[in-house]
């Protein structure tokens, strides 16, 4: 009997199906899991995740300073200085000039991304911004819709630091919060040092300090070295921001003795010395800085420390020391790139010597060669203080202060050489004032000057307009020579940089052709002067008076301000800037401790001009008269600072419009408080950082530069503010061009218009005349080969009977 066809067959067959069958139903609800994580991942998370890898990558690139707990915000109208959520009358990062430490900003730019993945505050651009939103939104999807997915948990951490470095904090938190809460993962010592990040960031100090010593912990117990180093830079990060010098330096010593990576204990000494200066803590400053090469410092990181020494070295006047570690430095080919840095400080080290002009051929050497670095800028600085300061040069110096403004210097340093530049443009326009009232004087007192000059002015001018013809007729022959119009710029531009040089370089205009002056528009036309030479010598003292107080107060040259305060004295005593002047010199003779020639003056100008408004001033400075002060409120008490600090708070919940409305109010309400600038300038930030509205932006930064001008708040933002300024002015030149532009192709259009129906019109009169023409000549033709006898007006009817007459 065969066994396959029997009973017991069969029903082993069933029951190996049904084993087979429940064998693959267990395989396949096993890897439900495995296909959810499959499809997920082919979906969603591979795309976000590489999208995030390449954005953080970029933020990372971004971050300038690993130590700072918010960076500044960049110009553009992205400008200003981020907010500082301390107390409210505290703003952004301080920059240290104690010592002259320069801030370097590309400290960190090499190291950023081996040191620390956390970049705090850093200033997104819009690609950025919107690539992290996007990262956003697919993680969104997984968190929504693949709870069960293994990467849930990485969806989550990922949506975190897009928050963070969005600066949203507050949903940043919410995310470590829920990943927190997961119970152990991967991410969970990573994500409770973001965590405490975001404690910190929202004022929450205690809970995030206490997070981070977690994560130190931790992190040294799990050998996570990478994750120590994170918490530790954000701990001093903190203390610096928070200006608790003393608590940064202490983490950083206990970084050191525990920390076993060599470059980031270059970064950490390197950052322990800028703390120490901070400090004033100079010697201690000098140890840090010598220690960094002890370790694995970057080519950046060691060159920056070396620098510092110098520097400080400098600073204690140890001066030859200095000039060695400076030479060492200089010849170390590692050192190459950094040259120009080099020999800016070695420029220093010659100006403090006395021997200026070493620095000042070693400064012109920098300023030429190195024209694409900010190098070029601090020398042609350096080169303006030099002239200014020493040889008393206002037409080099004001040269170049001048071209700072388009070099790649640092802002601060722009605006200190705009701020040069426009006192020496004052200067020099009360000096041509002055030079042209004392020609006029001249021109009174001896006419035939006037008449002299005169014949010698038009006598130049004519030359000149002869040399432009001559000029002009040679270029076009050049042209008729098939010279090409480029060589004609370049030899133009040739021209104007030699006219130029030749105007930098001569200063004596007596020496100087009248025909190059007026050229150069240095020489006008003589005027006959039509008032006295006593209303000219009034214009005189006045003027003289201008100059002076130029030098006391804008060019602090204190000896040139007293030299015309007392030529106004004596030789102009009897005009009404007597008064004044008088007061002026006995200000200077107080500044030089000349007490007898002060109080002199101020004696006399109480005694003989009661009605005078500077009696009272005199009489203030001999302490005559004892001024009662209204005393409005406690000292150091601001009845606005309540006020300002919660209008903080409520900026920080982001309410920015509400922000923006409390500000308002203070200044409104207290415009004499000291906190009245600062909410102006932190509604312009509102309105730039938070809000995108630049053109409110520079609305406040303007009521800021113009109500609040002795305000240091508006050095942070006059620089920006004239830019957008500038910007809009040229937006509106460039908008108004393009509508002449418009009127005057729509008024060629309308004249080709006219001027083709004129055309058209006489086409067609000319068509009809042809016609007309055509028609007759036809009917001409027409009457011709008719036969004569069909006429009876002009042949005679045959078969009448012919007239006597013509028989």
């Known amino acids: 009997m065969n066994y396959k066809n029997t009973p017991a067959c069969r029903l082993d067959r069933k029951k190996l199906f049904a084993s087979a069958s429940l064998f693959l139903l267990m395989i396949v609800l096993s890897s439900c899991g495995i296909w959810t994580d499959f499809t997920t991942y082919f979906n969603t998370y591979y795309n976000a995740k590489t999208l995030f890898d390449q954005t953080e990558e970029e933020v990372l690139k971004q971050k300038k300073d690993m130590f700072a707990f918010r960076e500044e915000q960049q110009p553009n109208l992205q400008y200003g200085v981020q907010p500082n959520p301390q107390a409210g009358y505290q703003y952004g990062a301080q920059t240290n000039t104690q010592l002259g430490v320069q801030t370097n900003t590309q400290v960190g730019t090499q190291t950023g991304t081996q040191y620390s993945g956390v970049p705090q505050g850093v200033q997104l651009t819009g690609s950025l911004s919107q690539n992290l939103t996007k990262v956003i939104e697919k993680c969104s999807k997984i968190l929504q819709y693949e709870t069960n997915s293994s990467y849930f948990p990485d969806a989550l951490f990922m949506t975190g630091k897009a928050f963070f470095y969005m600066q949203e904090y507050a949903k940043a938190q919410r995310k470590f919060l829920e990943l927190a809460n997961l119970g152990e993962t991967k991410y969970s010592l990573e994500n409770k040092l ?80 800028k703390i120490y200066l901070k400090l004033s803590d100079e010697q201690n400053a000098l140890q840090a800085f010598s220690s960094v090469p002890k370790y694995s410092p970057t080519v950046e990181i060691e060159f920056r420390s070396r620098i510092e020494y110098c520097r400080l070295l400098k600073q204690l006047n140890r001066i030859d020391e200095c ?44 300023d030429s060669t190195y024209r694409q670095s900010p190098s070029s800028g601090i020398a042609s600085m350096k080169l303006g203080e030099i002239y200014e300061r020493r040889y008393r040069d206002y037409d080099s110096s004001y040269k170049y202060y001048k071209k700072v403004a388009l070099s790649l210097a640092p802002r601060e340093m722009k605006t200190r050489s705009d701020n040069r530049a426009r006192n020496f443009e004052k200067y020099f326009q009360i000096k041509n004032q002055l030079d042209d009232y004392n020609l006029k004087i001249t021109y009174l007192k001896n006419p035939s000057r006037y008449l002299q000059d005169s014949l010698d002015y038009d006598f130049a001018y004519r030359q000149y307009q002869d040399e432009n013809r001559r000029l002009a007729e040679g270029q076009t022959n050049q042209m008729n020579q098939a010279q090409t119009q480029q060589e004609l710029n370049n030899e133009f531009i ?99 401790n000349d007490t007898v020639r002060a109080d002199s003056l101020f004696k006399y100008i109480y005694d003989n001009f009661p009605k005078n408004l500077l009696s009272n001033a005199a009489a203030e400075k ?186």
């Open 494 to 592: 040739q021209r104007q940089k030699a006219m130029l040089q030749q105007q930098t370089n001569l200063k004596d205009t007596k020496n100087i052709p009248l025909k190059t002056l007026i050229a150069q528009g240095r020489a006008k036309k003589p005027e006959r002067p039509n008032f006295s030479v006593d209303s000219v010598n009034t214009l005189v003292a006045q003027e003289m008076y201008n100059l002076g107080s130029n030098f006391f107060s804008e060019l602090n040259v204190p000896d040139s301000a007293a030299f015309y305060f007392k030529e106004i004295l004596k030789d102009y005593s009897n005009k009404p800037v007597k008064v004044q002047t008088m007061y002026a010199l006995g200000t200077y003779y107080q500044t030089v």
């Open 323 to 366: 000039e060695s570690a400076l030479e060492t430095l200089r010849y170390q080919g590692k050192f190459k790139n950094y040259l120009d840095e080099i020999l800016i400080e070695r420029g220093e080290i010659y100006d403090d010597k006395d021997q200026p002009k070493l620095a000042v051929d070693l400064y012109r050497d920098v």
């Open 194 to 273: 973001w965590l405490a990040k975001t404690y910190l960031q929202l004022r929450s100090f205690d809970e995030g300090l206490k997070l981070i010593e977690d994560v130190k912990a931790d992190a040294i117990k799990n050998d996570k070295e990478q994750l120590f180093d994170d918490a530790s830079i954000a701990k001093v990060s903190f203390f610096i921001f928070r200006e608790e010098y003393l608590k940064a330096a202490d983490e950083c010593k206990n970084y050191l003795s525990v920390s076993k990576n060599d470059e980031s204990n270059a970064l950490v000494c390197y950052e322990l010395g």
């Open 622 to 807: 001999l302490g005559l008269v004892k001024q009662e002060k209204i005393i409005t409120i406690a000292k150091n008490i601001d009845p606005a600072e309540k006020f300002y600090i919660e209008a903080e708070k409520i900026y920080y919940e982001k309410k920015y419009e509400a922000a923006i409305d409390s500000f308002r109010n203070i200044y409104k309400n207290y415009p004499t408080s000291l906190y009245a600038p600062k909410s102006v300038y932190y509604i312009g930030l509102i309105y730039e950082d938070d809000l995108k509205m630049l053109d409110s932006a520079a609305a406040a930064y303007g009521k800021l530069t113009k109500d609040y001008t002795k305000s240091p708040l508006v050095n942070l933002v006059m620089a920006k503010y004239s830019e957008f300024m500038n910007e809009k002015e040229k937006q509106k030149r460039e908008a108004e061009a393009k509508q002449k532009e418009a009127v005057l192709k729509q008024k060629e259009a309308e004249e080709k218009l006219k001027v083709s129906q004129a055309q058209n019109k006489m086409v067609q009169q000319k068509a009809v005349s042809d016609s007309s023409r055509v028609k007759e000549n036809d009917e001409v033709r027409e009457e011709q080969k008719q036969p004569a006898n069909l006429n009876p007006k002009i042949e005679p009817d045959t078969t009448k009977k012919q007239s006597p007459i013509l028989k």
